[in-house]
């Protein structure tokens, strides 16, 4: 650890992105291999084994090109309808056992709007599950360094899950028996869930319902554009979403296309008052009767 300098640790953090054969690895692989070595170092410090964190800064002028980096909305079109992303949910299992997990936690990325670091830390104590209605997922935490639980990006929150949900949680707790300390999303080695095997079940059940690929993250996407369309609040979308209403707004500027023909015409209600009652010409003639 003595021989760590800034020099060596810049030329690890070059390497890291790199595979054996020279090719580039991707760039979720790269950021992890490059944030648990950040960790090591920095614990290493922490402890007194180094006299100092030697791993290099980051380049200056990054967060004022973060701050002035143009911010792109959302394609709508590319994301599944509501009735589309429920057939691609209950075609994610296949024979691997594996699969049966991976439907649950699609689900609740895209019925509950969660990210998907929030949801394999998902536990059973944070799950309201009535027989009847809606239900209720307290989000407390995420995994913040690859199996490390932390607080989620924007805080905890509470996020209201609807019947079909309710349903596949319910079923999936009755069926492992969970203690509520108990995460509900584990390998057989009781590790987290790895994202490429997710992303593999999730395009399988989107190729089998003949849907072009996209991201998992955008399980959360589409959640959002169905609130918004469904014309839910865009306070109450920002709070399930964990969002302020600025960046709601900015992101998904696309799913409130049509809000313009529906805000005109309740302009138009509010501007006409309201409407005198009618009164049939029977009540009419009794009036003026003496």
Not at 30 to 44: M, N, T
Not at 85 to 106: E, L
Not at 127 to 133: C, F, T
């Amino acid at each position: 650890m003595g021989q760590l300098s800034r020099p060596v640790l810049a030329a690890v953090d070059q390497r890291l992105v790199i595979r054996d054969d020279g090719e580039p690895l991707g760039p979720a692989t790269a950021g992890r291999f490059r944030k648990v070595s950040r960790a090591c170092i920095r614990r290493a410090f922490e402890l007194g084994i180094l006299d100092a964190d030697p791993w290099p800064p980051p380049p200056r002028g990054r967060s004022k090109r973060k701050a002035t980096r143009i911010t792109r909305s959302l394609s709508i079109r590319s994301l599944p309808a509501p009735a589309t992303m429920a057939r691609v949910i209950d075609a994610i299992p296949s024979h691997q056992p594996a699969s049966r997990a991976y439907r649950v936690m699609t689900a609740v990325a895209y019925y509950a709007g969660l990210r998907p670091s929030e949801v394999v830390m998902l536990r059973a104590k944070a799950l309201e599950m009535p027989e009847d209605g809606w239900g209720r997922i307290h989000v407390t935490e995420a995994d913040v360094a690859f199996d490390e639980p932390g607080e989620p990006k924007t805080g905890p929150r509470s996020v209201p899950i609807p019947p079909p949900l309710v349903g596949i949680l319910r079923e999936w707790v009755v069926e492992h028996d969970f203690a509520a300390d108990d995460l509900l999303f584990r390998t057989r080695n009781g590790l987290r869930p790895r994202a490429s095997n997710w992303s593999r079940a999730f395009h399988r059940g989107l190729r089998e319902t003949g849907r072009p690929p996209i991201r998992i993250y955008d399980c959360r996407h589409a959640a959002a554009t169905t609130w918004l369309g469904a014309g839910v609040p865009l306070g109450e979308v920002a709070k399930r979403m964990g969002h302020s209403v600025e960046t709601l707004v900015t992101t998904y500027v696309g799913a409130l296309a049509g809000d313009e023909t529906l805000a005109n015409e309740r302009i138009d209600a509010a501007l006409a008052g309201p409407k005198p009652s009618r009164r049939s010409p029977r009540s009419s003639r009794r009036a003026s009767a003496p």
